[in-house]
Structures are given as C-alpha cells and as structure tokens.
C-alpha cells in the first residue's frame, strides 16, 4: 500500500488543506491543529461541547492554509487574514456572531484521540456501497493519511501493526469512533446524515484508526507503506486526545 493523499488541519474543527509532503514530529502532522478558535470563556471552539470544547456553528465553512510559516483563515466570502492581526480576530467575531480569538495551543491539547489519524481508500469503497445513491467524501472524516490499500483489507487489520514509511514509523493503537460531525455540511459538502448510518450498520461506528508517532520523520503523498516491522518500543508520544 502506498499513501494516497495527507491532510492537515492548521486551526481545529476547520477546514484544512492538502499537502504534498510533511514532518510527522512527536505531536503528530507538523502544524496539525496547532491553532484554535476561542471564545470568551477559553473554551476552544468545536462541533461538540464539552468541559474543554464548545460548539460554535458555522466552523466547518471556513478554511485555514499554512504559507511561509504563516497561517491564514479564509471566510466562505473570500476574505481572509493572517492568525495574529487584528482584522482577523473582527471577521472572525463578526462572522461568528461572538467574540473569539485564535490561540496557538499550550497547556490544552488540541487533539482529543490520537496523534496521526488515518483511513484506508478500501473502507473508504466498502461504506460507499452501504450508502448507494450519497457520497463517501474523504473530507468529511477529517483524517491526516489517507492510505491507498487493496479492497479486501480494512483498517481492523492494522490494528496493532507498525507502518514504516521512509524513516518514520507509526504504531496503530486504536479505531477511530465517529459521532454526528461526520454528517455536518462542509463547504462544497452537504449533510449527509446516512453516513453515520451506514457506518453503524457496518462499522460498530468506528471508521479509521489513530497511530502513535515511534519515529518522527518526512512522509509524502506516493510514498510505500510497509507493515513488515513488529510492534514495540515506546511511542514518542502518549496516547493524546484530539477533537475535530
């Protein structure tokens, strides 16, 4: 199997951006949810609420791209502003209809399960056929690696299992268990409320797995996955939690 595409999402719970290659550091994707949108309480903004999040609606319309070390937001109008400036802590209150800020992460994680999030273009077929007539857009779960892997394997099958990529090695720890966020409208994308359906008949709603980062190193998009190494020695990470 090979990788098949690479995600990352620079401000947690909004839209990301496609890349080409990257660092994959201790944390996970290099500059992965680095950032968040926060209200006037310090909760950071989230599709769901919880002690740590808060949901703040309208997330998933805005998108966030990384370029020469700096992070921009961009509105679903078309404007946009550098993290850090003035004007963009103003659309961004305007727009969300609150005041909120955007926060580098410290001593809250921003993640809420898992380092590297990854999904296999087989599950990806497999819940597209028990949802005939709808789409199983990758974008909607949000993962960082998209594997392109044969039909009959599935990511139950990884489990446990150390991927080798160039020099970096990931430890598949644990399935990604997925709730309503799957389903919310995404830009170009409408709700889709069968997804989740489809993905508890089949799936015991789990969809995908999340890795521990063994040895940091480069991945990019073509890149051979190997899953030959045997799983031990100690993550460069602990298991951390990470939201969407």
């Known amino acids: 199997m090979k990788i098949q595409s690479i995600w990352r999402y620079p401000v947690k719970s909004l839209l990301g951006e496609p890349v080409q290659e990257t660092m994959v550091d201790e944390r996970g994707i290099s500059g992965d949810r680095i950032y968040a949108i926060t209200d006037t309480r310090g909760k950071l903004g989230s599709g769901k609420s ?49 005041d909120v800020t955007v926060t580098r ?36 779960f949000r993962a960082n690696v998209i594997l392109d892997t044969p ?8 489990l446990g299992r150390v991927l080798t990529i160039g020099s970096t090695r990931l430890k598949i720890t644990h399935p990604t268990e997925r709730c309503v966020m799957v389903t919310a409208k995404q830009h170009d994308l409408p ?24 040895i940091p190193g480069k991945i990019e998009v073509g890149q051979a996955v190997d899953t030959s190494a045997k799983p031990g020695g100690n993550a460069a990470n602990s298991r951390r939690k990470f939201g969407l």
């Open 105 to 140: 992460e410290m001593d809250t994680p921003h993640f809420d399960d898992g380092a590297v999030h990854i999904i296999l273009s087989s599950d990806l077929e497999k819940l597209q056929s028990l949802n005939p007539g709808s789409d199983a857009d990758p974008r909607r």
């Open 191 to 214: 709700s889709n409320p069968g997804i989740l359906k489809a993905i508890s008949n089949g799936e015991d709603v789990h969809f995908g797995v999340y890795a521990s980062v063994l």
């Open 151 to 158: 039909g009959h394997m599935t990511a139950e099958d990884l």
């Open 50 to 98: 919880t002690n740590t999040f808060q949901r703040i609606d309208n997330l998933l319309s805005m998108q966030a791209a990384s370029r020469d070390g700096t992070t921009f937001i961009k509105l679903p109008d078309g404007r946009k502003a550098p993290v850090g400036s003035p004007e963009l802590t103003r659309l961004l209150s305007d727009f969300l209809a609150q």
